[in-house]
């Protein structure tokens, strides 16, 4: 299905708002066509030396156009603020769903981010785009009246006024979704380049790099820029088109006065201005559906995608226990994609305390990701207290496993809303209770708001060991029998991480403790070490 | 907003009319046009009345309203296309700064911030002001001058027509003010509250994954439906009085309209001459409420400055540059380290180094070894300049480190760390990077001296064969053994390795430490590391030791290290 139907559908939850906006929309535009051709005709009348035409329907008309510009403009976007908002809740769902294995686990949070610039995009369909499109379509049978009345000639106006309100916004459209897509891509290698130039400050300091990452910058912005300037050149092209031809159209109506009655082509002609200069943003409005088709399909796919690992059909009861077992288990993310591990078999007992080792990149996190049912084994099973997790419900095996890694996401909101989402029911003691176990009652006393002292954003900021520890906090909170740790610690100084599993050693005693790192610091109370090197585990000395 | 945006904002703007000035000429030749437009409109108009001499006139301001309308469309245009350069511009300008900006603070200024918030303040927010530059600055330009010019033509016309036109226009801006003041009152009453329900659903969307592992989704989606409702009522308190000041536009151009209508209506009997200045007229209303309602059209542009504003005021600030007086060059070949006295801390109460005396001789290795936060990483960030000591100073062949051509400095260096970063490029681009001129002999020596060959062998394309972002992944070893051939390649005389395999496997780290020491023949090196194998290889060439933890030891017991 065209993506954009798929929006307008989801729109059409909805439909009491988004009908009465556009009612009020097509009121306001026939009225001010209509009171352009009432201007046009008293004078004219006044010319010929026609009788008075009452003023007080010109000023009624005026005044019921600039009401209803008003209510028209009300109603418009609280029908898509409303619209906006059933969208992305939609989205929510949707990315809850089927994006938690495949995005959320790897660094992708400024991807997400940018998919939200694309549910912004598509507000700008109801309002530029539907709204005036459907006033022109409107407009066609009240102008043949009008016209008709006239003379049979007169229907002739309406070629330019179709050419301008429908032909070239139709190519302007079919130019933009070229010409974005061209733009889209010369952004992404900016982004890649200014990405490598900060990523990699030291390598280009020390290599004396900087010129030559400030012109490699400077060469894709330029091809960013040229992709837009061409854009920027059709679209202005267009627009000159456009008002070429609806110029023409009105002097093609004063010579078609010519043949016919004087009065009503003078009213003709203005009532031509207006409907005129009603669609002259039509091309533009083009451009911008073809960029919102391309949002809209990015949106459609990543909210649609499905879920990772398909939830079984008769969920077996949850195990009483909480050992967790992998049994000749094999993974990879494509058949044509080499192993990330074969046969791994790995014992996790209840009350064990287990570490695994190795170097970034080598695949310990998809252990993690297998773990959580974020992915699915290729071969083999993973056993949770002897049951094939297979035939657990992925929820209720997420409330055993508490996971805590490097993405774990401290919201912009309240510290008691952070700690909620570990423990919904938590009362303030036991919210106070966590705080203590990770050593950050004394910060957050120290707040003015204490726990509903705002994080991040025009709120109280933490520093990244006391951020890590308060996500800890809310890991604990979920009193989960297994605590499931994946380079809690990333990015933070070694001082850092280690007071961090300092805490951690207390705050977790006899619970089923696994880590994923890539060294130890050398506090971690642990029972056995794995290293994982070339996709097998190999007992590391403790 | 904070007090520091608004001078920034301030001067944006002053750049951006002295830029537009071109494009404002342009556009105001247009608006021009349009009145001759409009008045050979109502000649013909009134031809069709049968008021006026119908024939050649009438060829003639047929003639005038073609050539009129192919004017403007030209001019229109070349302004559009004006207007975009504007735009262009001033991102290049403004991303060019930023650029500047960070890459002079180098990565000990930038500690602490995330790489990807200030690539995307580079990228993003400079984008975000391509609106203020190339439509808010034009269309405000264009709203004065645009009605001032059609104003004045009408006054000169019909000095009554005009009057009422001028005033209705004045009107506008008028009421746009009082509107706007009621909606900044409004906004400012909303304000944090509205931010924080923006920031909500993109934020909620970047944690999802947390959402989804702590079992939350369906609570979330509940309130964020909350969230995005409370958002909508709020906005929409601002919005109603916010859309007061296009209502004034609406109403004063109604207004005018009817008021001229009206004026001419009782004259225009037995007073035919009047016809076209009428129809002249009453066409100018549409001409010049046009440039005040593209100046509405533009507000989201201007508002979204703010924000940007801000974000470019939380940039750090530059750093002084180098001053040009005591600069000395030393010789490049055989290289002589030495520390007298160094003293370094982030803060006063915890310093990193205390009192550091260390020399390090032609040639020679020195390890450093010592716990996590020890200092290791201080020390070598202080003899690559990102840091500069508190007290005490850093000597190279005797000259002092802040006195060295800092191109100078830069090519005695060489460095690598614990994980080299792999730019988007081929595989052969990344060794280069090191030294673009290098040839092609240089090139295969660095390759074989990192032991790279075999690699490159598996490779798809070779040395052709693109790495990084979106490119074929390497390995932590693989990735080493590209910072090593870097190395190789740049052939510096002081050679820095700080943890160069504590990401490495132990088998994979005895191979990288052979090729480290290859590398190290004949240049003066500091090696950082906690690994015992790599003491060990350390001890084979007679590496001097010093270990930061118990210098810091013998400090506190008051012993003089």
């Not at chain 1, 916004?169 to 010409?179: D, K, N, Q, S, Y």
């Not at chain 2, 530059?318 to 007086?325: L, M, T």
Request: charged share 20%; aromatic share 6%; hydrophobic share 55%.
């Amino acid at each position: 299905m065209n993506p954009v139907m798929r929006i307008v559908l989801l729109w059409a939850r909805n439909p009491g708002w988004l009908f009465l906006a556009l009612l009020l929309s097509l009121w306001a535009l026939a009225t001010g066509v209509v009171l352009m051709g009432l201007s046009g005709h008293v004078l004219a009348l006044a010319v010929a030396g026609g009788a008075l035409v009452v003023p007080a329907l010109l000023e009624w008309t005026g005044t019921a156009r600039v009401v209803l510009r008003y209510a028209e403009r009300v109603v418009g976007h609280e029908a898509i603020f409303r619209a906006l908002a059933e969208i992305r809740v939609w989205m929510f769902r949707g990315l809850a769903l089927s994006a938690a294995g495949g995005l959320g686990l790897r660094r992708s949070g400024d991807a997400l981010a940018r998919l939200v610039n694309d549910v912004d995009t598509l507000d700008g369909l109801f309002l530029r785009i539907f709204l005036p499109l459907l006033g022109a379509l409107l407009l066609v049978p009240m102008l043949v009246w009008a016209l008709t009345r006239e003379h049979g000639l007169a229907l002739l106006v309406l070629l330019p006024f179709c050419f301008v309100a429908f032909f070239i916004p139709w190519r302007a459209a079919r130019a933009a979704e070229e010409g974005a897509g061209k733009a889209g891509l010369a952004m992404a290698s900016l982004r890649t380049a200014v990405l490598d130039a900060l990523h990699g400050l030291r390598e280009v300091k020390i290599f004396a790099a900087e010129g030559r990452m400030l012109a490699e910058v400077q060469a894709r912005e330029a091809q960013l820029l040229a992709a837009q300037r061409e854009l920027a050149a059709e679209a202005a092209k267009l627009n000159a088109i456009a008002f070429i031809v609806a110029q023409g159209g009105i002097l093609l109506a004063i010579v078609l006065g010519f043949f016919g009655l004087p009065v009503a082509a003078v009213a003709a002609v203005l009532v031509l201005t207006a409907a005129f200069e009603a669609v002259l943003g039509l091309p533009r409005a083009g451009l911008l559906y073809g960029q919102a088709r391309k949002a809209a399909a990015r949106v459609v796919q990543a909210a649609e995608a499905g879920p990772p690992v398909p939830e079984p059909v008769t969920p077996a009861p949850m195990p009483s226990r909480n050992a967790i077992a992998f049994e000749h288990v094999s993974f990879r993310y494509a058949a044509d994609r080499p192993w990330v591990f074969e046969n791994l078999s790995l014992q996790l007992p209840e009350g064990s305390r287990t570490a695994v080792l190795g170097p970034s990149g080598a695949g310990k996190s998809t252990i993690a990701a297998l773990m959580l049912k974020l992915a699915q084994p290729v071969g083999g099973q993973i056993r949770f207290g002897g049951v094939d997790i297979a035939q657990l419900p992925a929820e209720a095996l997420r409330h055993r496993i508490a996971y805590l890694g490097q993405t774990t996401h401290l919201f912009a909101d309240t510290i008691r809303n952070n700690l909620l989402l570990g423990d919904p029911a938590a009362d303030d003691a036991k919210l106070w209770d966590a705080l203590e176990a990770v050593q950050l009652a004394d910060m957050v006393s120290a707040l003015p708001g204490g726990l509903d002292s705002w994080l991040g954003e025009g709120g109280a900021t933490v520093s990244g060991g006391q951020g890590r520890r308060l996500a800890l906090a809310r890991t604990l909170l979920m009193n989960a029998p297994v605590i499931l740790l994946d380079e809690p610690c990333a990015g933070l100084d070694a001082a850092t991480e280690q007071e961090f599993f300092r805490v951690f050693n207390t705050a977790t005693e006899g619970k089923t403790v696994f880590l994923i790192l890539h060294r130890l610091t050398g506090v971690e109370h642990l029972d056995r070490i794995w290293r994982f090197t070339g996709g097998t585990l190999v007992a590391a000395a403790g | 907003m904070s007090k520091a945006a608004k001078p920034w904002i301030k001067s944006e703007q002053k750049s951006g009319f002295r830029a537009a000035r071109l494009s404002l000429l342009l556009s105001s030749a247009g608006i021009a046009f349009g009145v001759v437009q409009a008045g050979a409109a109502a000649r013909l108009l009134a031809a069709l009345l049968h008021v006026q001499q119908g024939g050649l006139a009438v060829w003639g301001s047929a003639a005038v309203f073609i050539c009129a309308v192919l004017v403007r469309a030209w001019l229109q245009v070349r302004a559009e296309r004006g207007n975009f350069e504007l735009g262009a511009a001033a991102r290049r300008r403004l991303r060019g700064q930023v650029l500047g900006v960070l890459m002079a603070l180098g990565p000990a200024g930038l500690r602490g911030r995330h790489s990807a918030e200030l690539a995307a303040t580079a990228v993003d927010r400079v984008e975000a002001m391509d609106g203020f530059h190339a439509r808010w600055v034009p269309a405000t330009g264009l709203a004065i001058i645009g009605p001032a010019l059609i104003g004045l033509v009408a006054l000169l016309t019909d000095w009554r027509s005009g009057l009422i036109l001028v005033i209705a226009g004045l009107c506008v801006p008028f009421a746009m003010a009082v509107a706007g003041i009621g909606a900044g009152i409004a906004a400012k009453k909303q304000f944090l509250a509205m931010t924080r329900l923006q920031v909500r659903f993109v934020d909620r969307i970047r944690g999802i994954s947390s959402i989804v592992l702590a079992g939350r989704m369906e609570d979330e989606a509940k309130a964020l439906a909350t969230a995005a409702k409370e958002l909508r009522e709020r906005t929409m308190r601002v919005l109603r009085v916010a859309f007061l000041s296009s209502t004034a536009l609406d109403l004063a151009a109604a207004a005018a309209l009817v008021l001229i209508v009206i004026r001419f209506v009782p004259v225009l009997r037995g007073a035919h001459e009047l016809a076209p200045t009428a129809l002249f007229l009453v066409l100018l209303v549409p001409e010049f409420f046009a440039p005040l309602r593209g100046f509405a059209a533009v507000y989201g542009d201007r508002m979204a400055v703010e924000a940007v504003a801000e974000e470019f005021q939380a940039l750090p600030e530059a750093p002084p540059p180098v001053p040009p007086v005591h600069i000395r060059s030393v010789a490049a070949h055989g290289v002589t380290l030495a520390f007298e006295h160094v003293t370094f801390a982030w803060d006063e109460a915890r310093p990193v180094l205390e009192n550091l005396s260390l020399k390090v001789g032609r040639g020679e290795m020195l390890l450093l070894t010592g716990a996590s936060g020890a200092g290791k990483s201080t020390v070598i960030d202080l003899i690559l300049g990102f840091l500069a000591p508190r007290s005490g100073r850093i000597t190279i062949n005797g000259a002092t480190l802040e006195d060295l051509v800092p191109a100078a400095r830069t090519r005695m260096l060489g460095w690598i760390g614990q994980k080299p970063v792999i730019f988007a490029g081929t595989i052969e681009e990344n060794i280069r990077f090191a030294n673009p001129a290098a040839s092609e002999d240089e090139l295969q020596d660095a390759i074989r001296n990192a032991h790279l060959e075999e690699l490159i062998a598996s490779l798809p394309q070779g040395i052709k064969t693109p790495l990084g972002e979106g490119g074929f992944g390497v390995s932590g070893g693989q990735a080493q053994r590209i910072a090593i051939a870097r190395a190789f390649l740049k052939d510096a005389p002081l050679l820095l390795l700080d943890e160069p395999t504590s990401h490495l496997d132990p088998a994979v780290e005895r191979d990288i430490l052979e090729s480290l020491k290859h590398l190290s023949a004949g240049r003066t090196v500091v090696l950082a590391t906690h690994s015992s194998q790599a003491m060990e290889i350390a001890k084979t060439v007679g590496a001097k030791r010093i270990d930061l933890d118990a210098l810091r030891y013998a400090s506190w017991r008051g012993v003089v290290a």
